[in-house]
């Protein structure tokens, strides 16, 4: 299902990397490089209008909200702010209420720009209320987690969270432009940036075999922070996402690819409560199961299973599942978004740099979770 993406031009970026993704009129850029917040020529040529919104959170508006800021000020005549609690709760019906209520209140028109500064929960959730307000306006992403610049700024996915399954309620809406300072990841604690290497470590399994290892040679690099180490991940993680949603923009089929890990993962988040896991942890230990079932359906040897489980336990990810026990996670898979007719479907690897979507058999799906499982882990 996933067919060779074209290779990256080589393994040191270009100081200033600027990946296309093309969707006819939705087409934008997605910039990437140290430094950009803080350039002029970053938010030139961006949609016009009298009123920009900045949306942030409490955490990201004392390091970078006065520097985007003051860059918008020089575009905008009007720069409002607002700053919302940390968390992935924030993925809600009231942060999106919030966000309404203060573009109304500031009599903000149909060309507002919305900014999303942050991490992957402000980005879904900004984008979303950009998708909505007065039926759509422009929005920019500019991603200041690893997880968000190598991933969810990519690609139109926004939406907030639903107490029984993640991105429950959303639109397809792309960004204008993609704004990913490297710099930003300097403040970013571990745990995170680990998150964040988790969907990186995504892209190589299912596209791109060199890819995966290239993260296994420098993933220490990577972990380190090494600056070109993780420019080059940031860009070949965009290469690749922009060219299956240039292709499948909306899901109908190659995008599905995309969710490897997520089966598991999101079914984690969910049945632990959203925060306990982070995203890019479940994605990590939902990849181990997710491979291990690619084993059992004969479809990679098991070496494969042990690769990756080494590969995310040495990025500071979990191996170990939650015992939330069969019925449980069958109950949170079920309303996964991938289903058809009723069937789990799992994102499964075909090959090194090849997925496809398959439903299993429940007693494949045991087998995986009695291997994974930590019965005496806290839950
Ligand atoms: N739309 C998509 O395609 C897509 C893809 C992947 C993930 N997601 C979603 O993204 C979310 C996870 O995103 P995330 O991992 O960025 O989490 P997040 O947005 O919660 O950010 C992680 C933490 O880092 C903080 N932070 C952000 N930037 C920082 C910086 N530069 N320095 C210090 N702290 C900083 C945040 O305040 C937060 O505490 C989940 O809701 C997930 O479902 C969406
Ligand atoms: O962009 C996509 O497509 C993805 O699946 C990327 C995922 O990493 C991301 O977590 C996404 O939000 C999951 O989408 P969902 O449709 O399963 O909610
Ligand atoms: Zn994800």
Same mark, same amino acid.
């Given at each position: 299902?996933?067919?060779?993406?074209?290779?990256?031009?080589?393994?040191?970026?270009?100081?200033?990397?600027?990946?296309? +993704?093309?969707?006819?009129?939705?087409?934008?850029?997605?910039?990437?490089?140290?430094?950009l917040l803080d350039e002029p020529d970053t938010w030139?040529?961006?949609?016009?209008?009298?009123?920009?919104? +900045?949306?942030?959170?409490?955490?990201?508006?004392?390091?970078?909200?006065?520097?985007?800021?003051?860059?918008?000020?020089?575009?905008?005549?009007?720069?409002?702010?607002?700053?919302?609690?940390?968390?992935?709760?924030?993925?809600?019906?009231?942060?999106?209420?919030?966000?309404?209520?203060?573009?109304?209140?500031?009599?903000?028109?149909?060309?507002?720009?919305?900014?999303?500064?942050?991490?992957?929960?402000?980005?879904?959730?900004?984008?979303?209320?950009?998708?909505?307000?007065?039926?759509?306006?422009?929005?920019?992403?500019?991603?200041?987690?690893?997880?968000?610049?190598?991933?969810?700024?990519?690609?139109?996915?926004?939406?907030?969270?639903?107490?029984?399954?993640?991105?429950?309620?959303?639109?397809?809406?792309?960004?204008?432009?993609?704004?990913?300072?490297?710099?930003?990841?300097?403040?970013?604690?571990?745990?995170?940036?680990?998150?964040?290497?988790?969907?990186?470590?995504?892209?190589?399994?299912?596209?791109?075999?060199?890819?995966?290892?290239?993260?296994?040679?420098?993933?220490?690099?990577?972990?380190?922070?090494?600056?070109?180490?993780?420019?080059?991940?940031?860009?070949?993680?965009?290469?690749?996402?922009?060219?299956?949603?240039?292709?499948?923009?909306?899901?109908?089929?190659?995008?599905?690819?995309?969710?490897?890990?997520?089966?598991?993962?999101?079914?984690?988040?969910?049945?632990?409560?959203?925060?306990?896991?982070?995203?890019?942890?479940?994605?990590?230990?939902?990849?181990?199961?997710?491979?291990?079932?690619?084993?059992?359906?004969?479809?990679?040897?098991?070496?494969?299973?042990?690769?990756?489980?080494?590969?995310?336990?040495?990025?500071?990810?979990?191996?170990?599942?939650?015992?939330?026990?069969?019925?449980?996670?069958?109950?949170?898979?079920?309303?996964?978004?991938?289903?058809?007719?009723?069937?789990?479907?799992?994102?499964?690897?075909?090959?090194?740099?090849?997925?496809?979507?398959?439903?299993?058999?429940?007693?494949?799906?045991?087998?995986?979770?009695?291997?994974?499982?930590?019965?005496?882990a806290d839950t």
């Amino acid at each position: 299902m996933s067919p060779t993406v074209p290779s990256s031009t080589s393994t040191s970026p270009r100081p200033y990397a600027r990946v296309p +993704i093309e969707l006819g009129d939705r087409s934008y850029e997605i910039r990437i490089a140290p430094g950009l917040l803080d350039e002029p020529d970053t938010w030139a040529g961006l949609p016009r209008a009298s009123t920009a919104l +900045i949306v942030t959170n409490d955490i990201v508006a004392p390091l970078y909200l006065a520097r985007l800021r003051q860059q918008l000020s020089g575009v905008y005549s009007r720069v409002e702010t607002l700053v919302l609690p940390d968390g992935e709760a924030q993925k809600s019906w009231e942060s999106l209420d919030r966000i309404m209520d203060h573009l109304l209140a500031a009599t903000a028109d149909r060309k507002t720009v919305l900014f999303a500064l942050g991490g992957g929960v402000i980005g879904d959730l900004t984008g979303f209320a950009a998708a909505i307000y007065m039926r759509g306006v422009p929005f920019v992403q500019v991603p200041t987690t690893l997880l968000a610049q190598v991933d969810s700024s990519v690609g139109g996915k926004t939406a907030i969270n639903h107490p029984r399954g993640k991105n429950m309620v959303g639109a397809f809406y792309q960004p204008a432009r993609v704004v990913a300072d490297l710099d930003t990841l300097d403040t970013l604690p571990a745990r995170e940036l680990s998150a964040g290497l988790a969907e990186v470590i995504k892209y190589g399994p299912i596209a791109d075999a060199a890819f995966l290892d290239w993260i296994e040679q420098n993933l220490s690099a990577l972990m380190a922070r090494d600056k070109q180490a993780l420019a080059y991940a940031v860009q070949r993680s965009c290469e690749i996402k922009a060219w299956v949603v240039g292709q499948d923009e909306r899901e109908s089929g190659l995008r599905a690819i995309l969710n490897f890990g997520h089966t598991f993962g999101h079914a984690i988040e969910t049945g632990m409560g959203y925060g306990r896991w982070l995203h890019g942890e479940a994605v990590g230990c939902g990849m181990v199961l997710a491979s291990d079932l690619s084993a059992r359906l004969g479809l990679v040897p098991t070496a494969f299973v042990e690769r990756m489980k080494r590969l995310i336990r040495a990025a500071g990810l979990p191996v170990v599942a939650p015992a939330l026990g069969l019925d449980r996670y069958l109950e949170l898979m079920q309303i996964d978004k991938k289903n058809e007719g009723g069937d789990i479907r799992f994102v499964v690897i075909e090959g090194l740099g090849k997925a496809g979507v398959r439903s299993a058999p429940t007693e494949l799906i045991a087998e995986v979770l009695a291997t994974h499982c930590d019965p005496s882990a806290d839950t």
